[in-house]
């Protein structure tokens, strides 16, 4: 079993900017992915970002490309997400996920993740 915990958002500007970490205990080990989902108010959890534990390949939803950057840190077990020059429109809750799977590209489905944290809310207001 994996358990992941989050910290980091809250309530910004836009144009302002966070940095969400992503925390990893347990059989660490057996992680071979990492990313990051957003769910907004009525909508699905959609796909941010993600990573390979290795951290050799990344892959961004086209609107925060640019402006969002995912890194891991595999002494920490830590995944961390530095979101910039924030929109209204990334007002969601912000959940990690992981998984142990091996895929050739990064997958974009939260059904290819086991692992979830609990998640964390950001507020940007214009």
């Known amino acids: 079993q994996v358990q992941l915990v989050e910290s980091g958002g809250g309530l910004v500007q836009a144009g302002d900017s966070l940095r969400f970490s992503c925390v990893a205990s347990?059989?660490?080990?057996?992680?071979?992915?990492m990313s990051w989902f957003c769910q907004a108010p009525g909508k699905e959890r959609a796909f941010v970002a993600a990573?390979?534990?290795?951290?050799?390949?990344?892959r961004y939803r086209d609107s925060v490309k640019g402006r969002f950057s995912i890194s891991r840190d595999n002494d920490k077990a830590t995944v961390t997400l530095q979101m910039n020059s924030l929109k209204p429109e990334d007002t969601a809750v912000y959940y990690c996920?992981?998984?142990?799977?091996?895929?050739?590209?990064?997958?974009?489905?939260?059904?290819?993740?086991?692992?979830w944290g609990q998640g964390t809310q950001v507020t940007v207001s214009s």
């Open positions: 347990g059989r660490t080990f057996s992680l071979y992915l």
């Open positions: 990573i390979r534990w290795s951290g050799v390949m990344t």
């Open positions: 996920a992981a998984d142990g799977s091996y895929t050739i590209e990064l997958p974009t489905s939260p059904h290819a993740y086991e692992y």
